[in-house]
């Protein structure tokens, strides 16, 4: 665990506060003894814990009133989301799992999925009805062995019609078949005209265990004999931070003079990733990457994220030593994606191209049911962990992603007519990025729907920013 936690530090304090509840119900998997796991972690841990009134260290008064408390939850899911504060407005990324395996899967890139990544957007006409749009199609996966391609449209999913309400049950399939239409702008550039028709084609995919590469795209674009490296990043991911270094060694050789930074579909991750790449893009060796700030009972172990010139294996960092970075986002973009583009900010000129961003400053840890929440040592009667808000992150400057997000220096859609191909220089996004390199900022038509939702909002775990 990242050496935010002085656990030995705080064990005195730790065992004063908790000594008097002990937890004598039920064997040492059952429903009591998680929840007695759940409160003293978010006690512990949680970020918002002042604004918590439940989380107070002064809350019982005795054992037998933690242990009524306790007992008024039937599960440890409803007295974790009790504890919550503000779920609609401030905390909206605090979870629970049942199964701390597949949550360390997946923070390794390692997932069960058909490949495919989707975009959905309300139907012409309706504030209910949907439809979808296939906006990456992964290398090796399910769905790359289909006639499944970006910018196909569909808005049924085993014949039934796509709603707001029923997409996360229809896409929990581990077998589902999408029906395509077609998506008609009859030539205008506003949406209330537009149309949606049924087709006849079907696809049929299904999920499989796959590990996802973050690095999608990395190649070096020609432009008047400009040499710019162009990164499709779609994740954090400590473990292929390796095969991101090997990236910009690639750039390094070809003496890139620009960089497109491309996090249109990237939800966050890693805080170490984050600040590896940070110094791969400007040469920097040290000095305040991020700062992280937890809860009042923590706050000597507020930290700082800096610069470096190694990996955590040691490998020397190859940079690019820019002064300038152009970087691609959309309403996808979260967490460490955020950080990179509000970190940088405080030292090298960031070109925000696309749409504004989630909004989202704070960070995450996963906490186990052990002495110190801690992996090791883990309660073996059950695999119960939390992944709570524990800190929030600001740049050198003590400035925070607003939570309305990241607004775009130059503001350009996706159109739901003309996606592109994916590191095709026509691409919009691409495209507006290149012409903002020639020719310096400039205005875009901004016509268009907006997704209400994409695919990986259904994954409980999307849009994390980790410690690690």
Known sequence: MNSIFKF??????????????????????????????????????????????????????????????????????????????????????????????????????????????????????????????VRLVQPNSNASAT????????????????????????????????????????????????????????????????????????????????????????????????QLNTAFGEFQAQNIQKLILDLRYNPGGSVNSATALGSMITGLSNGIFAKLQYNSDLQSNNTNYDFTSTLSEGDAINSVGLDKVYVITTGSSASASEMIVNSLRSYIDVVQIGTKTVGKSQASITLYDSPDFQRQGANSGHLYALQPLVAITVNKDDQAVPSTGLTPTIEVKETVSNYGVLGDVNEPLLAAALAAIQAGRFAIDVNGITPILDSNSFKPHSQEMYLD
Not at 75 to 94: A, H, K
Not at 102 to 114: D, I, M, P, R, Y
Not at 210 to 231: M, R
């Open 147 to 242: 006639t499944l391609t970006r910018g196909h449209v569909f808005n049924k999913i085993d014949g039934v019609t796509l709603t707001e309400d029923n997409l996360r049950t229809l896409l929990s399939s581990e077998t589902y078949t999408i029906h395509l239409a077609t998506y008609n702008t009859n030539g205008t550039d506003v949406p209330e005209d537009d149309s949606l028709t049924d087709g006849t084609e079907t696809i049929t995919l299904t999920k499989t265990v796959y590990s996802e590469n973050p690095i999608f795209k990395s190649e070096v674009i020609t432009v008047n004999n400009e040499n710019i490296g162009y990164l499709m990043y779609n994740g954090f991911v400590a473990d292929y931070d390796a």
């Open 8 to 133: 030995a530090l705080l064990s005195l304090v730790f065992s004063l506060t908790f000594s008097c509840f002990e937890d004598n119900d039920d064997t040492a998997s059952g429903n009591s003894d998680i929840k007695n796991f759940v409160w003293k972690a978010m006690n512990f841990a949680y970020l918002y814990k002042d604004d918590s009134p439940n989380l107070a260290n002064d809350r019982f008064g005795s054992d037998s009133d933690y242990q009524s408390f306790l007992n008024g939850y039937e599960s440890p899911e409803g007295l974790f989301e009790s504890l919550i504060y503000n779920r609609e407005t401030v905390d909206r990324f605090s979870w629970i799992t049942n199964d701390y395996i597949a949550l360390e899967q997946q923070f390794s890139g390692v997932t069960k999925t058909n490949g495919a990544e989707f975009n959905f957007y309300y139907a012409p006409g309706s504030s209910s009805d949907a439809f979808g749009i």
